[in-house]
């Protein structure tokens, strides 16, 4: 065999590699979710919508009327759901990155802007939980509470707080409204946007007192700033842990790991429930099957009118507006609400869009 035609073998090889290589790393950007999907052959069909069935905003709360009357938890399937789940993300470790993922000075790309990095501060670094805040932490019954305009005048605030564990979204106020919301809290999210919306930005020292007050109601229960999404926030989340630690706020932080969103999104994906992205109660709710027995949505409702054709506010606590069904949108909520209430529907967890009974 002549020496060049040899070359010419290895050299085929070496270029049907490069495409090979090519390929795969397009697909890794591109498509994380699908493969996640190709490594885990669940049954679909437990949480299978019909998808004929159209969402639109025209006889929308309607379609989602639903009774909390004679519901009865389904223990066995709620174990499914678990197991599931937890071939996507371990919610235990997924909920937070820990101090020994990063040292100071690491860089970081952002989950949802690969493009876009991140430096990790020394203050940031100092609020990295050694271990997972949800660590070994079980419950019965937990509440996540959403934030929409549904639950005003609900009277939902005792039930809310009589669970052992009550998840809230985006520092949520409490104070003024709680009546209808309630007042305990273990878990909050804050997305750091909410500096800008709800503080004024820090532009003055008020906002800042008001902020950390805030926090100090929060006596030692977990702030989950998702601080690693998209580049935007990096000033606003300096500031609050600048905040935290000079006041001695008593929070524990956590800081969602790099691969939280894509996981939830993989699961849904393969139980063919298309979300651009998680809405932060869909991820609260996907992420609590790991901890907790039974699980009570309130304050979930992603329509402009209730089931009475009665306006209801995107938050209970402000006036922004929201376009539920708008493409531009991130996410997909009435799409999700669909999909919760038919796990409602089938006993794996209790979805309250009505007022609560009082005791
Ligand atoms: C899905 O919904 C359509 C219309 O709403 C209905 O005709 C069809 O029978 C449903 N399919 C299943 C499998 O339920
Ligand atoms: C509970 O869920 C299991 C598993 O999905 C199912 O087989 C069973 O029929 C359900 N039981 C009731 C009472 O709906
Ligand atoms: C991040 O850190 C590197 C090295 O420490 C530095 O060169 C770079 O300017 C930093 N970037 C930002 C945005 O702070
Ligand atoms: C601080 O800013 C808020 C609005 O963000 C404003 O209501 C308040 O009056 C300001 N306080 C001072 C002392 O400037
Ligand atoms: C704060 O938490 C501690 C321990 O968890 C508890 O003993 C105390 O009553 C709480 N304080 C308030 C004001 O809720």
């Not at 902020?211 to 999404?229: E, H, K, T, Y």
């Amino acid at each position: 065999m002549r020496p060049a035609r040899k070359w010419w073998t290895i050299c085929t090889i070496s270029i049907l590699l490069i495409v090979y290589k090519t390929k795969e790393i397009s697909r890794t950007e591109e498509h994380q979710e699908a493969q996640l999907i190709g490594n885990a052959d669940l049954s679909s069909t437990r949480l299978m919508v019909n998808s004929s069935d159209k969402i639109s905003g025209r006889g929308g709360p309607a379609l989602f009327q639903h009774s909390v009357e004679g519901w009865k938890i389904n223990s066995s399937l709620v174990l499914e759901i678990r197991k599931d789940i937890l071939r996507f993300l371990d919610a235990e470790k997924d909920v937070s990155v820990v101090k020994s993922s990063f040292k100071p000075g690491d860089v970081i790309h952002y989950v949802l802007d690969r493009r876009r990095t991140l430096n990790i501060s020394h203050n940031l670094h100092s609020l990295l939980p050694e271990v997972s805040p949800m660590k070994n932490r079980r419950f019965k019954t937990c509440a996540v509470v959403g934030n929409s305009g549904i639950l005003l005048d609900s009277g939902c605030g005792n039930e809310i707080d009589s669970h052992d564990f009550v998840i809230r979204c985006n520092l949520a106020p409490l104070s003024e409204f709680a009546e209808d919301v309630g007042m305990s809290s273990d878990f909050i999210t804050m997305n750091p946007s909410v500096i800008q919306r709800a503080y004024g930005g820090f532009k003055n020292e008020s906002d800042r007192e008001k902020f950390v007050q805030r926090l100090a109601m929060l006596n030692g229960s977990v702030l989950w700033i998702p601080a690693f999404m998209v580049k935007g926030g990096e000033k606003h989340v300096e500031w609050v842990n600048e905040l935290i630690l000079k006041n001695k706020l008593k929070v524990r932080t956590a800081y969602p790991s790099l691969r939280l969103v894509h996981a939830v999104r993989g699961y849904w994906l393969t139980n063919k429930i298309n979300i651009k992205r998680p809405s932060t109660g869909l991820l609260m709710y996907t992420m609590a099957t790991r901890f907790c027995d039974e699980i009570h949505l309130y304050g979930f409702w992603p329509f402009p009118k209730d089931s009475h054709g009665k306006s209801v506010k995107y938050h209970y606590y402000d006036e922004l507006k929201y376009r539920y069904f708008s493409n531009a949108s991130p996410h997909r909520m009435p799409l999700e609400f669909k999909t919760l209430k038919m796990l409602h529907n089938k006993g794996a967890l209790k979805l309250t869009t009505s007022k609560c009974a009082q005791p």
